[in-house]
């Protein structure tokens, strides 16, 4: 069997943890903290991050990117990167954005509410909250908002169930496929809600209804438990569970 290590509040992990779900690959996921570079972590990825998948013959790959690229040629079944070269170059760059701008100002947030206060022993400072949301969300969302589908997926192309038709983004809600895309933006954003600071629906409605679409199928909804007892011993311990 499949082993994807670390830890479920990673929206690293989220993105392989919804791809293996999504293409209905059983796993099993270890506690790795990527906080603390062991010998053994640095043994597995000497970049020392996660996440990292273990195949059953015991082969180590690291990167998210990298994982869900794996996954797609190693289990084609269910494809979750469009076959069109331009599709696929667009869900890719969207994959790219959510990994490295989407990220920083969600992992803040989830730092700022769930791990700043307990090796700080502080309470959450809101009104430096407040300023960081005011000031680095608007770029991210309002561009996200701008572009995100009404209905459905995310509107780049996508393998399909059948291997081969693009979606249109006017499915029926929980049925039609999802890639790549819709994957990497919304693992991150899952991290607002960890925090109990979810992103604020008046404002970018769109977007929102896209991420809350995508995080509550079943391949979002099966990390939940995972997840929240994750983000409960960071809360109380400061630490990563292991």
């Not at 059953?56 to 979750?80: F, K, Q, W």
């Not at 990167?81 to 954005?97: G, I, N, T």
């Not at 990220?103 to 700080?120: L, T």
Request: charged residues 20%.
């Amino acid at each position: 069997m499949l082993k994807l290590h670390g830890p479920a509040t990673s929206p690293f992990v989220r993105k392989v943890w919804l791809a293996l779900r999504e293409k209905g690959l059983p796993f099993e996921n270890l506690p790795l903290d990527p906080l603390t570079k062991t010998p053994r972590f640095l043994a597995m990825n000497p970049i020392g991050r996660v996440p990292i998948l273990e195949e059953s013959d015991g082969e180590l790959i690291s990167d998210s990117s990298v994982i869900c690229d794996y996954l797609e040629h190693a289990y084609p079944a269910v494809p979750l990167y469009p076959k069109s070269p331009v599709q696929r170059a667009k869900a890719l760059w969207f994959e790219e954005y959510a990994d490295t701008v989407l990220v920083g100002p969600c992992a803040r947030v989830f730092w700022m509410f769930v791990i700043i206060p307990v090796r700080s022993g502080k309470p959450v400072d809101r009104t430096l909250v407040d300023a960081f949301v005011n000031e680095h969300f608007p770029p991210v969302f309002d561009y996200l908002e701008s572009v995100a589908p009404a209905t459905g997926a995310w509107p780049v192309g996508n393998g399909g169930k059948g291997g081969g038709s693009e979606r249109n983004g006017g499915e029926e809600e929980g049925e039609y496929p999802i890639g790549i895309a819709d994957i990497a933006l919304a693992a991150p954003v899952r991290l607002l809600d960890l925090a109990g600071a979810p992103l604020d629906a008046a404002r970018w409605p769109r977007f929102e209804a896209f991420y809350r679409r995508t995080i509550t199928r079943p391949s979002g909804l099966h990390i939940v438990g995972a997840e929240t007892e994750a983000t409960e011993v960071f809360r109380t311990t400061g630490n990563a569970p292991t």
